[in-house]
């Protein structure tokens, strides 16, 4: 009987920014576990995780990398040199209208309502203008916890080489 080993890999994304963290893990787990370096393994080094922005991330601010003229890839906010000029002070990152307009609750209204028939209720204020806002539409870590418990969150998610192969290792001959 040959004994395999299998490695798991639980990565919660509640709270993804898109870093590819999870997929860093999973490329430099997978090759050094013994009995995994096999044919093939080559596609499991460069397997990523399917992750995507969601509402609280910047909307219309644009990332990533871009393919230039000879082929090769380099970050959208230029070259090595260009990165290094812009440590201190960067003018491409996303601003405030970018993401959601920063909001509080109305807690006062909560603690010196009067007493009346109907319930009072805490109304979000614009931290920026402190003008009454009517209806929130995003905001920080707005998809957080969709699962409730932290088994059942639906997005954890692997690459799909990294999926294959894992299932392909616990399956038992029949």
């Known amino acids: 009987m040959k004994i395999r080993s299998q490695v798991g890999m639980v990565l919660n994304l509640d709270k993804c920014i898109g870093c590819h963290t999870c997929s860093v893990t999973c490329k430099t787990s997978g090759p ?3 009995g995994w370096n096999t044919p093939g393994s080559t596609t499991w080094k460069v397997s990523r995780a399917s992750v995507s ?9 644009k990332g990533g990398w871009i393919r230039k003229i000879n082929g090769k890839l380099q970050p959208r906010m230029g070259n090595r040199a260009m990165l290094l000029g ?14 959601y307009e920063p909001f509080d609750y109305d807690y006062q209204n909560l603690h010196n309502a009067p007493e009346s028939k109907h319930q009072p209720i805490a109304r979000p204020r614009s931290l920026i203008t402190g003008q009454r806002m009517d209806k929130i539409t995003s905001g920080p870590n707005w998809e957080e916890i969709l699962g409730g418990e932290f088994e059942n969150a639906p997005k954890i998610r692997t ?12 399956k038992t001959p029949s």
């Open 86 to 99: 812009k440590i201190f002070a960067n003018p491409h990152l996303p601003g405030i209208d970018d993401y």
């Open 159 to 170: 690459s799909t080489t990294c999926r294959r192969r894992c299932t392909a290792s616990s």
């Open 32 to 34: 050094a576990v013994k």
């Open 53 to 61: 922005r969601t509402t609280g991330k910047p909307e219309k601010w």
